[in-house]
């Protein structure tokens, strides 16, 4: 499990001072309000800062950080994640996964039918690169693995070849058991790939 996670996105500049608009990737906001530092993160890229105020707006959190001081520095940070250690993250509940918890699990299938589509009992399909927000349900990102036995050359490669990228729906119908610890997430129908 990773000790930092990503809470909130950056949204843009409100006002004239340099206050950004957070937008909270879990949907809760009393536990960004109260935050006192955060890390802001793009890609491989991050910048540490101090949080100056934070007011709840109705959509979104008003937060002015230390060092930003005007729209136009806001908008070099649009989209960035706002990123804090685990134990400021809103606490879980029960069925609940945080995003970066689940980048970087392994797909995997299992054959429960005894069809013996793979000569393995548990296949991994591929490896979750990032969950998108996808209107009904968030989508897990899954870039398909090479080695992946169990389907056919189309579903895992693109025309010129290279690994696709497909887009599971996270539902109860089509993911089954979460192992964060052993980072492996269950798809429960192949078909859903194809």
Known sequence: MKDQLAVGFIRGPHGITGECKVESASGAYDHIVSLKDVTLRHGEETERRRVESADWGGTCVFMKLAGIDSPEAVRKYNGWE????R???????????YID???DCSLIYEDKN???????PVETIGKITDVLEGGAAQLL????????S??????????SGKPKT?????????????DIEGKTVELMHLWILE
């Open 82 to 85: 706002v990123v804090v250690p």
């Open 87 to 97: 134990e400021c993250a809103y606490p879980l509940k029960k069925g609940e996964w």
């Open 101 to 103: 918890d689940l980048k």
């Open 114 to 120: 005894g069809s013996a589509v793979s000569a393995a």
């Open 141 to 148: 990102e899954v870039r398909i693995s090479e080695a992946c």
């Open 150 to 159: 169990v389907l056919a050359d189309d579903v895992k490669r693109t025309v």
């Open 166 to 178: 497909v887009y599971v729906p996270f539902t109860e119908e089509h993911i089954g058991a979460v």
